[in-house]
């Protein structure tokens, strides 16, 4: 009987252990899970900017050539392709994944389109792995909700942005219950603000352009 008690005391201690990793522990915000390199098809789709409007999110960010990018969770690099253009061969688009998967399609996408001004990056869960103080913009298009330690990511990101720089999150909005996307992959202004401002971020602006997803706009305070 002791045995028994023992076991089920294990059991619920690690799924309250479990359920306390996937939880932000500042809003409560359930952590979505990473998706994996077979999505890379869905992120390419020819359907994506009638019906998320990319274009009109990289316009917003008023890239110039010459600039420093961050593509962090860069995916198959629909992004890193169309701002590698902006910032022109004087400029340089980090582009970094945790997935070595998608570190090989990025790579095979800079070899294909011959961009010369793209450096991919092998990222960790907790480190984004840039170089220090390089960093003018770092955008994170449908990433930041699949961090599984937001925290510690986001202090160490710090340190890649040059002085002024800005980060921007792309996030499904979810105060919009028509926006076709699971709950776990949406995000509120208000969870960002309180999880990012927790982290030493300023909530700059919000530019609502895009269809489905808000732009915020954060500096390091
Ligand atoms: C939904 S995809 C978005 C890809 C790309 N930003 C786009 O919009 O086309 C999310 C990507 O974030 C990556 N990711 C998740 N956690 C990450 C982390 N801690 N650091 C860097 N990338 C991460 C995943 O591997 C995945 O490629």
Redesign the pocket.
């Known amino acids: 009987m002791r045995v028994l008690t023992v076991s089920v005391a294990i059991v619920i201690s690690a799924a309250v252990m479990l359920d306390a990793q996937r939880r932000h522990p500042v809003s409560g915000r359930v952590f979505a899970p990473?998706?994996g390199v077979a999505?890379a098809g869905w992120?390419e789709r020819a359907e994506r900017e009638s019906e998320e409007a990319p274009s009109k999110a990289i316009a917003a960010l008023e890239l110039k050539p010459g600039m420093a990018v961050a593509?962090?969770?860069?995916?198959?690099g629909?992004?890193t392709s169309r701002m590698a253009k902006l910032v022109g061969t004087t400029g340089r688009v980090y582009a970094?994944?945790?997935?070595p998967g998608?570190i090989d399609l990025l790579n095979r996408r800079v070899a294909s389109e011959g961009l010369t001004n793209v450096t991919t990056v092998l990222?960790?869960?907790?480190d984004?792995k840039l170089p220090p103080q390089s960093i003018d913009l770092a955008i994170?298009?449908?990433?930041y909700h699949?961090?599984?330690?937001p925290q510690v990511?986001l202090q160490r990101l710090k340190a890649s942005f040059k002085p002024g720089g800005r980060l921007v999150l792309v996030e499904f909005r979810k105060e919009d219950p028509t926006v076709p996307i699971l709950e776990v992959h949406k995000m509120s202004v208000a969870e960002v603000k309180q999880e990012l401002e927790a982290e030493g971020y300023r909530l700059d602006r919000v530019i609502d352009v895009l269809p489905w997803q808000h732009i915020i706009v954060l500096r390091v305070k």
């Open positions: 990473v998706m999505g992120l593509d962090v969770g860069a995916g198959s629909y992004y970094t994944d945790i997935q998608m990222g960790g869960v907790d984004p994170m298009v449908d990433v699949e961090l599984q330690q990511f």
